[in-house]
């Protein structure tokens, strides 16, 4: 089992930058393959970027890809998203993910989650 905590949330102007952490309790974090995602009021949770659990293999949505850059560093029990361009449209909560099973871009099949941190882009 994993226990995660994202940080890193908060307000930017659009074209800022913020780099968002997601920590992860137990022994076993480069076990897990790990995922971020993202839900604005009245929208469905939505993938934004995944990392195998060796950190070689990512993947990323479409309306983020060469803005976001997923990270992790097993040696310290963290993940990583790093967001640059900011765009009024990427304000949500962000959610960190993981899984022992795989990565994934849909949100149901992981199964340990954080709290989630706000992201708030104002134009």
């Known amino acids: 089992q994993v226990q995660l905590v994202e940080s890193g949330g908060g307000l930017v102007q659009t074209g800022g930058s913020l780099r968002l952490s997601c920590a992860a309790s137990?022994?076993?974090?480069?076990?897990?393959?790990m995922g971020w995602f993202r839900q604005a009021p009245g929208k469905e949770r939505e993938f934004v970027a995944s990392i195998s659990w060796s950190g070689v293999s990512t993947d990323y949505a479409d309306s983020v890809k060469g803005r976001f850059t997923i990270s992790r560093d097993n040696a310290k029990n963290t993940m990583y998203l790093q967001m640059n361009s900011l765009k009024p449209e990427d304000t949500a909560v962000y959610y960190c993910a993981a899984d022992s099973r795989g990565r994934y871009r849909d949100y149901k099949k992981y199964a340990y989650w954080g709290q989630g941190t706000q992201v708030t882009v104002s134009s």
């Open positions: 137990g022994r076993t974090f480069s076990s897990y393959a």
